[in-house]
């Protein structure tokens, strides 16, 4: 489909009017070297002599940048914003949005648009863009459009800058969540590296489900995000009382109830976290794949599957720890206990990528043993529920 920016003179300077957004294939691919100038269809000759001036005055090949003319064609791209791309994007001599279209939602697209026509907004836009490829990482970039002029005021073209932004903005959500995981463990303080190795099993889980292409929905994305997500599954225990918590043996039938509301708890806590996997785990890493679980009995696939594959590394790391009221099990009897559950308590293809790889969890239980730590008091996992 093409789509073509329709507007008057007197809404934009003269440049976006004759825009199209073209979805045709044929135009050849840019290379690492300055890019040939383009058939522009230019207003007059004396601004398409301002816009090769421009162009080549405008590039620089260390800052990752594109360089549009007014009609939105791609018409140079530096090495640095192909080498950020390259393995995203086939970016060709061809309207900017049929090459970058795959991170703008329609509305965003229209808001971009309207931003480029604004003389309130000085022809400009600015935001981060989420570029996705499915064997990678989500790349996020920041991202800002800005116009150049003729001498008469029309728009000859625009720059567009990126910069990568991936690690920045997950290194400071992580860092602002990660402050909320430390408040669970001062709260529950005996559990030793119990998160930690929750995450290396998860994580461990996922990379298999990955390599087999069970799940369309794992991908190095999901990879990432259980592997920090999963240990946020019990942070709803800081609104657990500290007299359960710390309570030596088993709990009462009323204690367990509150207990279990960390599930709930957790999921408040987690509500303002951009991805729904931190809710998702937190709220059902209790649920069993046969319904017999809390807090709202989902079964099978209603049962998210981040959730569904914390589940099985925590119960098996709850089955190594030792406990004021059980003795610390071997991993050959977690094994075994898992392996009895699957299709009751756990996800049976999960339970059966498990076993493949079980001896990556042994490995990492020696690795992050509990040495100096007294033995953790109370679990949200009762020992006798898990299928013998």
């Known amino acids: 489909m093409t789509q073509r920016l329709r507007q008057t003179k007197e809404e934009t300077p003269q440049g976006l009017e004759d825009a199209d957004i073209d979805t045709s294939e044929e135009l050849s691919e840019i290379g690492p070297e300055p890019v040939e100038i383009l058939e522009a269809s230019p207003r007059s000759e004396e601004e398409a002599q301002e816009f090769e001036t421009m162009l080549q005055l ?75 490829n499915p064997t990678l990482r989500t790349l996020l970039t920041r991202t ?16 567009v800058h990126f910069e990568n932004v991936t690690h920045k903005y997950n290194s400071r959500l992580r860092t602002t969540f990660s402050s909320i995981l430390e408040a669970a463990k001062l709260k529950d303080n005996d559990t030793g590296q119990h998160n ?19 799940f369309p929905q794992i991908d190095p994305d999901f990879i990432d995000n259980i592997e920090f997500l999963s240990m946020m599954h019990d942070v709803g225990k800081i609104g657990t009382p500290d007299y359960i918590l710390q309570k030596p043996g088993k709990l009462s039938d009323l204690e367990w109830d509150i207990m ?50 914390v589940t099985v590394a925590d119960v098996y790391d709850a089955l190594r720890m030792k406990r004021t009221y059980k003795r610390e099990f071997t991993h050959e009897e977690a094994l075994e206990r898992i392996m009895a559950a699957g299709g009751t308590q756990f996800d049976p293809t999960i339970v059966r990528v498990f076993s493949e790889i079980h001896g990556d969890f042994a490995d990492i239980w020696d690795r992050l043993k509990d040495t100096d730590a007294a033995p953790p008091l109370n679990a949200d996992i009762d020992m006798s529920d898990v299928t013998d």
Request: no cysteine.
């Open 260 to 309: 279990r509301e960390h599930t709930i708890n957790g999921t408040f806590i987690l509500s303002s976290y951009p991805n729904p996997m931190a809710k998702e785990i937190a709220l059902s890493h209790h649920e069993w794949w046969n319904g017999g679980g809390y807090p709202f009995k989902l079964e099978g696939e209603m049962i998210p599957l981040s959730a569904r594959i």
């Open 58 to 132: 405008g590039q620089n090949p260390r800052l990752s940048q594109i360089i549009l003319d007014g009609n939105l064609i791609i018409r140079y791209v530096s090495p640095a914003a192909i080498e950020l791309f390259s393995e995203y994007y086939r970016i060709q001599q061809k309207p900017f949005f049929n090459v970058f279209r795959q991170p703008l939602g329609t509305a965003e697209l229209r808001i971009l648009i309207m931003s480029l026509k604004s003389p309130d907004r000085g022809y400009s836009w600015s935001g981060t863009l989420q570029h996705k």
């Open 144 to 159: 800002v459009i800005n116009p150049f002029f003729s001498a008469n005021r029309t728009i000859l073209g625009y720059i």
């Open 196 to 214: 930690e190795r929750v995450s290396f099993y998860s994580k461990r889980i996922a990379e298999r489900l990955y390599e087999k292409q069970l």
